[in-house]
Nanobody, 116 residues
Framework: QVQLVESGGGLVQPGGSLRLSCAAS????????MGWYRQAPGKQRELVASITSGGITNYADSVKGRFTISRDNAKNTVFLQMNSLKPEDTGIYYC??????????WGQGTQVTVSP
C-alpha cells in the first residue's frame, strides 16, 4: 500500500528558507517521477515542482529559481528546498507522483506559512 509522509513545514519570515521531505513506502520509488504540490488557502492544489526517475527537474514559473527539488532513491525520499520564501508560498505542501496523482492516496501534507 502506498504511503506518503511529508514533513519539514513551519512558520518562516519572508525571505527565509525551509526544506521539506517526503518519505514514500509501498512503491518501487526509484522508477517514478515525483512532484511537490501546493494548496494555498481557497485555491486548488497545484504542482510546483517535479523530478523524473533520472533526475530531470521542472518547476512552476512562480517558484523557478527559488525552489529546488531533489530525491534520494536509497532512502525513498523526495525533498523540496525552498529559498527566498514569499507570503504567496503559504499553503499545505504534498508530495505525490507527478502524473495521475489521484491514483495514489494523498498524505497529510505539511503546512508552510510565510508571514512577518
Amino acid at each position: 500500500q502506498v504511503q506518503l509522509v511529508e514533513s519539514g513545514g513551519g512558520l518562516v519570515q519572508p525571505g527565509g528558507s525551509l526544506r521539506l521531505s517526503c518519505a514514500a513506502s509501498g512503491i518501487m520509488f526509484r522508477v517514478y517521477s515525483m512532484g511537490w504540490y501546493r494548496q494555498a488557502p481557497g485555491k486548488q492544489r497545484e504542482l510546483v515542482a517535479s523530478i523524473t526517475s533520472g533526475g530531470i527537474t521542472n518547476y512552476a514559473d512562480s517558484v523557478k529559481g527559488r525552489f529546488t527539488i531533489s530525491r534520494d532513491n536509497a532512502k525513498n525520499t523526495v525533498f523540496l528546498q525552498m529559498n527566498s520564501l514569499k507570503p504567496e508560498d503559504t499553503g499545505i505542501y504534498y508530495c505525490n507522483r507527478d502524473w495521475n496523482p489521484s491514483s495514489w492516496p494523498w498524505g497529510q501534507g505539511t503546512q508552510v506559512t510565510v508571514s512577518p
